[in-house]
């Protein structure tokens, strides 16, 4: 990959962090990290955009249901700073929550898909190989041959009426009740669905790297002495594929943010009355609208881009500063 | 090699299986009764028990997974449930041919571009232009589709009106000109980069230095020595950049109202057409699998020092 530092020159505190006595090599490309200007750029707008999702209940000018029967379809105001959409509702509103739902969704997804399922499936198919490896590699490769995201449209298609119905079934026999008006049924749709996209990626990459280490000498070594699989695995294998692993991630959650503003686009992610970017930008795209009130675009597609375009370019940064011998 | 070839090509028809398999029990245990989509307000239950006999719905699940395959394998795709007795192939060739043809132009236009734009980029090492273009290429290649679509369409169509805004007429009609470019931006940013990475490569390698000394001329060095072996490289990403081709498809053929595969896809799930998602899932997958397989040999046909085995 094409990167940013090949064409600068070396700066000079470069040799004082190299020197750095008992600086790991984490805490050296952090340091490095800090020094880049898109990398500082990318992380306060992550933090702005992520903040103002997680926070949007506090930080949100109205109700995303609250209507305005006189303030139509108006353009960006002092008092709608985005404008309304054709129900009157507050456009920033609905993205700050489309955000947080973006943000909820993908974060468990990228936590339970690629960082858990896909590093433990990686390490145990890297140390274990044989029949283990076979099996779960040639499970990870159906799941990659679906082309594209078409996987993860079916089955968001297919699992929600079958997650509804067992939601259903807990209210109906369980104390526990408004499950399904909580909207949970939608949240375990998408992630399923997003899981199931996910993890294979983080796993090959896991198990490359597992497979490289392995053979080195100072696995050898601890072997040699004696250290139990367990001791080898999270000791001396995890944290030699730590670098690669953040990267993938950073990479990942752009990816991620992506597939699940298509999901939504296509009307399998949250579903109304809760705002979703997907759906507004679903709203906003048609040629009608685009025609008469084109700036409703605005807010959720800036959200959109900022956080997919954030992503990628620090997860750039950091191979640059994580990885600095791979192109 | 030629095992591993051989190797490869026979796992292909057990992947397309398990990939049958698995869309196959999403279709049939997940949810919506395509005799309850199609007869719509007609539904009454003795309608619905006959035409699920007709359609051989009532049979047991293995049952008619097993009748599926075994058509599918003869090259009968079995019937749309949507469109009442149409068969499946009937259906989706044509809309597969216009999804095939945005694809080649989207796939034009970002080698076309990308390729002689990162080259060029390459060989600007310490200007301005080179850091500044990658930035912009980053930031292209970031922009959702579902952003990048609607905005080409207000630009292009609505303030300027150059081309019209929807519509399908066919590969030489200036309505694909939208489309491919929506579907094209990201790869030609794609390949901006690789193609710049590349040649970066080549730039440093030896036989550029002797090329020089021996007195060849820029023009030749740089066409010669240089490009071609920067595109070997390249060639073996396209089969990839075409499967991301797919994934844009279902946005740009909703939006722009394109008859294409990816549209129909996306109906069809709505719909619960199983016959028509399933052959349209193993088309794509077989396809995809292919183009990774042919990756993967071209690899090794372009760089002898690969060997696999």
Redesign the interface.
């Known amino acids: 990959m094409a990167t940013f530092s090949k064409t600068k020159k070396p700066k000079k505190t470069d040799d004082r962090l190299g020197s750095g006595a008992g600086a790991s090599h984490l805490s050296r490309a952090f340091r490095r990290l800090l020094r880049k200007k898109i990398a500082i750029a990318m992380i306060v707008a992550l933090v702005v955009v992520y903040t103002g999702g997680i926070f949007a209940e506090w930080l949100s000018p109205y109700g995303y249901t609250d209507q305005n029967y006189s303030d139509i379809l108006e353009g960006p105001s002092v008092d709608h700073w985005a404008g309304t959409d054709r129900l009157g509702r507050d456009v920033l509103t609905r993205t700050l929550w489309g955000i947080q739902n973006t943000v909820i969704l993908t974060m468990v997804a990228m936590l339970t898909g690629g960082v858990f399922l896909g590093i433990t499936l990686g390490l145990v198919s890297g140390y274990l190989g044989g029949k283990v490896d076979a099996v779960i590699m040639r499970i990870g490769e159906v799941f990659a041959s679906f082309p594209d995201i078409l996987l993860v449209i079916i089955l968001a298609a297919t699992l929600r009426p079958r997650i509804l119905d067992g939601a259903r079934w807990l209210e109906d026999n369980t104390a526990l009740d408004g499950l399904v008006r909580t909207g949970v049924v939608d949240y375990l749709v998408v992630s399923i669905a997003l899981v199931a996209f996910g993890w294979v990626g983080m796993a090959r990459l896991v198990r490359g790297q597992i497979l490289s280490l392995r053979e080195t000498d100072h696995v050898e070594a601890a072997k040699a002495i004696g250290a139990s699989t367990k001791r080898i695995l999270f000791i001396h294998l995890l944290p030699n594929s730590i670098s690669i692993i953040v990267v993938t991630v950073t990479m990942g959650m752009g990816a991620l943010t992506g597939t699940e503003i298509v999901l939504s686009w296509l009307g399998l992610g949250i579903q109304p009355p809760r705002p979703s970017l997907g759906t507004m930008l679903l709203g906003a795209g048609n040629i009608g609208t685009l025609r008469e009130t084109p700036w409703q675009l605005l807010a959720p597609g800036g959200a959109a881009f900022v956080m997919v375009l954030a992503w990628n370019l620090l997860g750039d940064a950091l191979n640059d500063v994580l990885n600095p011998r791979t192109k | 090699m030629w095992i591993y070839i051989v190797r490869r090509l026979l796992w292909l028809p057990i ?2 299986f ?2 049958s398999a ?2 196959f029990t ?2 049939t ?4 009764d395509p005799v309850v989509v199609q007869l719509g307000a007609r539904y009454d239950e003795e309608t619905a028990d006959r035409l699920r006999e007709q359609l051989g719905l009532n049979r047991p699940v293995l049952v008619q997974y097993g009748d599926y395959m075994w058509g599918f394998i003869r090259g009968d795709f079995g019937e749309s449930l949507r469109f009442r007795g149409r068969p499946v192939r009937e259906l989706i060739a044509p809309k597969m041919w216009v999804s095939a043809q945005l694809a080649l132009a989207a796939l034009i236009i970002s080698v076309g571009v990308g390729l002689p734009l990162g080259f060029f980029l390459a060989t600007r ?2 200007s301005w232009i ?2 500044t273009a ?2 912009v290429a ?2 292209v ?7 990048t ?3 080409l ?2 630009v292009g ?2 303030k300027l009106g150059w081309v019209p ?2 519509g399908w007429g066919g590969f030489f009609d200036t309505r694909i000109i939208v489309p491919a470019l929506i579907l094209g931006l990201p790869g030609i940013a794609g390949m901006t ?2 193609m ?2 590349s040649t ?2 080549v730039l440093g390698q030896d036989f550029i230095r002797t090329a020089r000394a021996k007195g060849l001329s820029e023009w030749s060095v740089s066409s010669r020595h240089v490009f071609q072996n920067a595109m070997l490289p390249i060639v073996t990403i396209l089969a990839f950049s075409v ?2 081709l ?2 844009g498809a ?2 740009a053929e909703t ?1 722009i109202g394109i008859p294409g595969i990816g549209r129909f ?2 109906e069809s ?2 719909d619960r057409d199983y016959p028509v ?1 399933m052959a ?2 193993l088309v ?2 077989g ?3 292919l183009a990774n397989l042919l990756a993967d040999i071209s690899y090794a046909f372009i760089d002898p020092r690969i060997r696999i085995t």
């Open positions: 992947l397309l398990a990939v698995v869309t999403l279709g245990f997940g949810p919506g090492q310490g080179d850091p990658v930035a980053l930031f290649m970031s922009v959702p589709i579902m952003v679509a609607p905005g369409l207000w169509c609505l805004c929807s980069r690789l710049r990475a970066l490569d499967a991301g797919i994934g279902f946005i939006i896809a996306v799930i709505f998602i349209i899932t794509g997958a396809a995809f699998v």
